[in-house]
């Protein structure tokens, strides 16, 4: 039983539109298209939600920052500052697909408001916290509804562009056009992830540790909202047939095999991370752990930009196989690295692809949900990153610890050569309802525009 798709008839609907026959949609969408930055920036409505999403989704890579820093501030111990980072950075990858999954049946507005007062009032707590050098088993308590508050802000913008773009019509154009509104997602998300901490750690440094949680809070708070108030570009919510209950996105094999890939990369960043720091400190330039890895995020960014203009022909399963593989291909010779010089160029190979990979699994893992669950799907790779990102930080520094700093480069190898097994091995699992054919078609992505039409009129 599925759900029934129902427009509702309120300002969070997006609105209806002629639909097209799904032939002529197939066809069209197995025809490779190319769509620019320009043409995707000037869709109608997308600044509405765009602005306010860059604000409200900033913040979300200055909590760990943020944390860690004022804990160590308070408390003087990297580990109960790490602790903390990470029992945040788990609530938010297990709990957030929760806020995805009632976005998707109650609408973002719904979801996002509460979320945000949640977000403000527990990172005020744990400041509060913290400043009183309050035992560390609380601030453990403290970090877990600010990290599972932490809004799904990218998961959210995925579905609004699927919606607004969906409502122009079935055609390769269109199809196309989602394929590089998620590149243009993912640079986004690097670009974000390579400032968020940046800002933190100087207003960290320039002010104190608690005045950068405070501003994350605050644009947090003010970038939800002003976010959520864009109802007209919002995705239709979805009305379950009487008596039926919508199964998770999780409950789609293909969902779960993404969710686990993707927690490979995640594992990538996170062991990227510490390790970069601890191998320049081991060589005497620690100042240079900036550049070495803002290097690795440059490459993912001018890979995402690139992937985004491209008119491919590849089937996207077929894509992110390829762009998997460059990835476990480049972690393997971080650990060789025998200076920074090696290290960056190691580094930069391995960015080039992270985003054609995370573009591959958002838009594979869109075709494998009705429409009623994207956003939670959506959600569910974002807290794979997250997770990901947490658990490798930690691995690493025990081995950095004990073995030295080129063993933590060990945990992007693993992590990504875990991930490329389970993505050659069960790769069937990742073919959308309806068969091959909607392989062929995901060549212009999303399996179809056909599917888009769909996702905007619920």
């Known amino acids: 039983m599925t759900a029934r798709r ?13 639909d097209s026959t799904p032939n002529s949609a197939t066809t069209d969408a197995a025809t490779p298209a190319k769509v620019g930055y320009g043409a995707l920036l000037r869709t109608p409505g997308a600044w509405t939600f765009l602005a306010p999403a860059f604000i409200a989704r900033m913040p979300y890579a200055m909590l760990s920052m943020g944390i860690l820093l004022l804990v160590k501030d308070t408390h003087g111990s990297y580990g109960t500052a790490g602790t903390v980072t990470a029992i945040a950075a788990v609530a938010q990858a297990l709990l957030g697909p929760q806020t995805g999954r009632l976005a998707d049946r109650y609408g973002q507005a719904a979801v996002l408001v509460p979320t945000v007062v949640v977000h403000a009032a527990s990172v005020g707590l744990l400041i509060a916290l913290a400043l009183g050098h309050a035992p560390a088993w609380s601030l453990f308590l403290a970090a877990v509804p600010a990290g599972a508050s932490v809004p799904q802000i990218g998961a959210m913008v995925r579905a609004r562009w699927i919606a607004t773009i969906g409502a122009e019509g079935a055609s390769a154009s269109a199809s196309a056009k989602v394929s590089t509104a998620f590149a243009f997602e993912s640079v986004t998300d690097e670009f974000t992830f390579v400032i968020g901490p940046i800002l ?4 960290a440094t320039s002010v104190n540790p608690a005045t950068a949680l ?10 939800g909202l002003v976010f959520a108030a864009q109802r007209r570009t919002a995705p239709a919510r979805i009305t379950p047939e009487p008596g039926v209950r919508r199964a998770s996105a999780l409950s789609s094999p293909g969902v779960r095999l993404l969710a686990g890939v993707i927690l490979g990369v995640g594992a990538v ?11 320049a400190d081991s060589v005497g330039q620690h100042d240079a752990a900036g550049t070495v ?18 008119a491919w022909r590849r089937a996207v399963q077929q894509r992110m196989v390829v762009s998997y593989a460059l990835l476990v291909a480049g972690c393997s010779t971080l ?12 580094a930069l190979v391995c960015g080039l692809a992270i985003a054609p990979t995370l573009i591959s699994g958002y838009t594979l893992v869109e075709t494998l949900v009705e429409d009623g669950a994207k956003t939670e799907a959506f959600t569910w790779l974002t807290g794979a990153i997250g997770l990901g990102l947490a658990v490798g930080s930690m691995v690493a520094g025990r081995l950095i610890d004990a073995h030295g700093p080129s063993a933590g480069f060990l945990v992007p190898l693993v992590g990504a050569g875990l991930g490329v097994i389970a993505l050659v091995s069960l ?32």
């Open 269 to 279: 960043f996170g062991g990227m991370q510490v390790s970069v720091n601890a191998f």
């Open 427 to 458: 790769r069937h699992l990742l073919v959308a309802p309806g068969g091959a054919g909607r392989v062929v078609a995901s060549s212009a992505d999303l399996g179809g525009a056909a599917q888009l039409v769909g996702a905007a009129k619920g």
């Open 335 to 346: 650990w060789a690295m025998p200076n920074l010089v090696t290290l960056s160029i190691a």
């Open 200 to 203: 933190a750690a100087n207003i």
């Open 214 to 223: 405070v501003v994350e809070a605050a644009l947090t708070f003010v970038g």
């Open 6 to 18: 129902t427009v509702e008839t309120t300002a969070d609907s997006a609105p209806d539109t002629a």
């Open 293 to 310: 890895y803002g290097i690795f995020a440059g490459g993912s960014m001018v890979a995402g930009v690139l992937y985004g203009v491209i």
